[in-house]
């Protein structure tokens, strides 16, 4: 368990006349949004609190669809929160970092794409005394940690996806896996594409396989002629030109198995699937939950699987994960966001693989209702062994105000 980060408790009163002047004088490349108190949001221990979220950029609807859960949590929740665009780019991440340690917020949400400047940034968190939640990219310390978890949510796509090959009677023989992924979020991120694939290949006899995840990095571009990987950054288009290379050299003839780790670089590769004229013998899943996505998995008969991580609800969890650091709670080493792996009928026994409809009605594509909360106890994450659950989020009353969490009573 981490260490509890300092409350700003204290500091509310002085925080607060402070923001009267920054709002009137500061200019900065951010916005604001002023969390009016919702009802019930008084009883928890944000109501009134400030907060900072830089996202990684505004420029993907798979993180605009994140933001606007974070602006919408922060409204419920009574919070005033300002919002930053970190544009993929190392040196907006470092100004917008500066600009939020100057506006000093009770708490910053950091949503940081670049891996090589993760410490660097948390340090600067660290010197102010600013709280602060490390959000999908790993935390080097300071930070608090939320998370899905790619052992779990990666390899039960896999699973989800392999059953349906096997179904198919595909085998190594005529099947490439063809995986992009976006090396500047670093490898403990992309090795989603490694646990994919470490389990595709015991559902498609005669994959080569690997023996650990470790096996399969960003750097590797092929495994024979079972695996083609290819940088697609995460977004549509480099996805979409990548994807339409990498078909160049896979032979027509082949199956393909089309796996990324993020929606709008799936969408993206399939795109170029389709354009190439080989729709009909590929199978992809899709990492996120964005509804152009979901919208694939329900109508495509080729889109199989979706690894769902429902992305719009984050906001909640990083405002109940403030709250518990408000309190002086101590705070698992990875915070468990919801995910689960939704398919168009099926159900895989002891895995996290669900229809559809266990979190969607027909026709909508809003949840109705997340996964039920983990208990935290030691669990498998990319660092190894840790502390991981997210049940510990409902002592403080935030989640109850959203009334979405199965299992979870409303406030």
Do not use: H
Not at 237 to 254: K, T, V, W
Request: glycine content about 10%; some cysteine.
């Amino acid at each position: 368990m981490s260490s509890p980060q300092p409350s700003r408790r204290s500091r509310r009163i002085l925080v607060v006349l402070s923001a009267a002047v920054l709002i009137g004088t500061l200019l900065s490349a951010c916005n604001r949004d002023a969390g009016g108190a919702a009802s019930g949001a008084g009883d928890t221990p944000i109501a009134g609190l400030s907060m900072a979220y830089t996202n990684a950029t505004d420029a993907a609807p798979l993180y605009v669809l994140v933001q606007d859960g974070v602006k919408d949590a922060a409204k419920t929740s009574g919070v005033a929160l300002e919002t930053y665009d970190n544009k993929l780019d190392a040196s907006t991440v470092a100004e917008n970092a500066r600009l939020v340690v100057q506006s000093k917020p009770d708490l910053v949400l950091s949503y940081n794409p670049i891996e090589g400047i993760y410490g660097s940034i948390e340090r600067q968190y660290e010197r102010a005394k600013i709280p602060c939640i490390a959000v999908n990219t790993p935390s080097t310390g300071y930070c608090s940690w939320m998370n899905l978890s790619n052992p779990e949510l990666c390899t039960d796509s896999a699973k989800a996806v392999g059953s349906v090959a096997k179904k198919e009677g595909w085998t190594g023989e005529d099947t490439t896996v063809l995986l992009l992924n976006a090396p500047s979020f670093g490898e403990l991120i992309n090795n989603c594409n490694a646990y994919f694939y470490k389990e595709i290949a015991n559902w498609i006899p005669g994959l080569e396989g690997i023996k650990d995840v470790t096996d399969l990095k960003t750097t590797t571009s092929t495994i024979g002629d079972s695996l083609v990987q290819v940088d697609g950054q995460a977004q549509r288009g480099p996805s979409y030109d990548a994807a339409r290379n990498a078909l160049s050299g896979i032979a027509e003839d082949r199956n393909l198995v089309v796996f990324t780790v993020a929606d709008d670089s799936t969408l993206g590769a399939w795109q170029a699937v389709e354009q190439s004229g080989r729709a009909d013998n590929s199978l992809v899943a899709g990492l996120g939950g964005t509804e152009e996505a979901l919208k694939q998995l329900a109508t495509n008969p080729r889109w199989v699987a979706q690894a769902d991580v429902f992305f719009g609800n984050w906001g909640q969890y990083m405002m109940a994960m403030a709250a518990a650091i408000e309190e002086g709670q101590e705070i698992p080493f990875q915070t468990l966001a919801p995910e689960a792996v939704l398919t168009k009928d099926f159900a895989l026994k002891g895995t996290i693989v669900a229809p559809m409809g266990d979190y969607y009605r027909e026709g909508e594509f809003s949840a109705f209702q997340l996964p039920p909360l983990v208990p935290v106890t030691e669990g498998e994450t990319v660092f190894g062994t840790k502390t991981v659950g997210n049940d510990y989020l409902a002592d403080t009353g935030v989640l109850q105000l959203f009334d979405n969490v199965k299992g979870l009573d409303s406030k």
